[in-house]
C-alpha cells in the first residue's frame, strides 16, 4: 500500500515552453501533497504544500506564478512549470500524506530538463 | 523551528561491517523522526520513523535508529552492511508545523 506515482518520470523541453508533471495517490486518499525539488547531489527543498480543494502554500523564495500546483482531488496533484527556462532543469519529486504529521510517501521523481 | 544535521556527506563501510549513519535534530516541540533511502534517479522509500513510542525503533532492510532525547540524536544502524545498501541516505524532523526537514543526505559506499 501507499503508493505514490510521478507521470512522465522524465521530461525535455524547450525553453520557453509548459510543463505539467502528475502526482497521484494509487491506493490512499492524500489530504495533503507536497512538491520538492532536488538539485544534483543534494538535500530535497520544499517548494509548496497543497490540500484538497484550497490554495497552495509556497516556500519562500518560490515564485507561485511560476510553479502553478492544482490539487483538485484527493488523490491528484499537479505542478506546471510555466515558460520553463534552463535553470528550472532539475528533479521534482512529489509527496503525498494522511493526516497531519505521518508519513509522507514519496513519488519516483519527474527529471525535467529544459533547453 | 526544525532542522536536522547528517554528519558525514560521504561514509564508506565495508561489506559486512556496522553501518552507522548520524543524525542530529533540533526541534522546539516533541518531533517525529524519520530517515529515508534514495536510490539513483528514483524517489525516496521510508526506512522507518519514530512518534514518540519505543525509542529503539526498527525499520526495513534491517535497519534500526535508536531515539535519544539528551543528545538530541537519532543515529541509523545495520549490523552487517550489503552491497545493496548502496545509496543516499536522508535522516528528517517533522514538527508542530507538519513540514519535514530534511538533512543534506549521506551517501553510502560499501566496499567489496
Known amino acids: 500500500g501507499a503508493v505514490v506515482s510521478q507521470h512522465p518520470s522524465r521530461v525535455i523541453c524547450k525553453s520557453g515552453t509548459s510543463v505539467k508533471i502528475e502526482c497521484r495517490s494509487l491506493?490512499?486518499?492524500?489530504?495533503?501533497m507536497f512538491w520538492y525539488r532536488q538539485f544534483p547531489k543534494q538535500s530535497l527543498m520544499l517548494m509548496a504544500t497543497s490540500n484538497e480543494g484550497s490554495k497552495a502554500t509556497y516556500e519562500q523564495g518560490v515564485e507561485k506564478d511560476k510553479f502553478l500546483i492544482n490539487h483538485a482531488s484527493l488523490t491528484l496533484s499537479t505542478l506546471t512549470v510555466t515558460s520553463a527556462h534552463p535553470e528550472d532543469s532539475s528533479f521534482y519529486i512529489c509527496?503525498?500524506?494522511?493526516?497531519?504529521?505521518?508519513?509522507?510517501?514519496f513519488g519516483p521523481g519527474t527529471r525535467l530538463l529544459v533547453l | 523551528a526544525q532542522s536536522v544535521t547528517q554528519l558525514g556527506s560521504h561514509v564508506s563501510v565495508s561489506e559486512g561491517a556496522l553501518v552507522l549513519l548520524r543524525c542530529n535534530y533540533s526541534s522546539s516541540v516533541p518531533p517525529y523522526l524519520f530517515w529515508y533511502v534514495q536510490y539513483p534517479n528514483q524517489g525516496l522509500q521510508l526506512l522507518l520513523k519514530?512518534?514518540?513510542?519505543?525509542?529503539l525503533v526498527k525499520g526495513i532492510n534491517g535497519f534500526e535508529a535508536e531515539f535519544k532525547k539528551s543528545e538530541t540524536s537519532f543515529h541509523l544502524t545495520k549490523p552487517s552492511a550489503h552491497m545493496s545498501d548502496a545509496a543516499e541516505y536522508f535522516c528528517a524532523v517533522s514538527g508542530g508545523d507538519d513540514k519535514i526537514i530534511f538533512g543534506k543526505g549521506t551517501r553510502l559506499h560499501i566496499l567489496p
Open positions: 519514530y512518534t514518540s513510542a519505543a525509542t
Open positions: 509527496s503525498a500524506r494522511v493526516g497531519t504529521r505521518e508519513t509522507q510517501y
Open positions: 491506493d490512499f486518499q492524500a489530504t495533503t
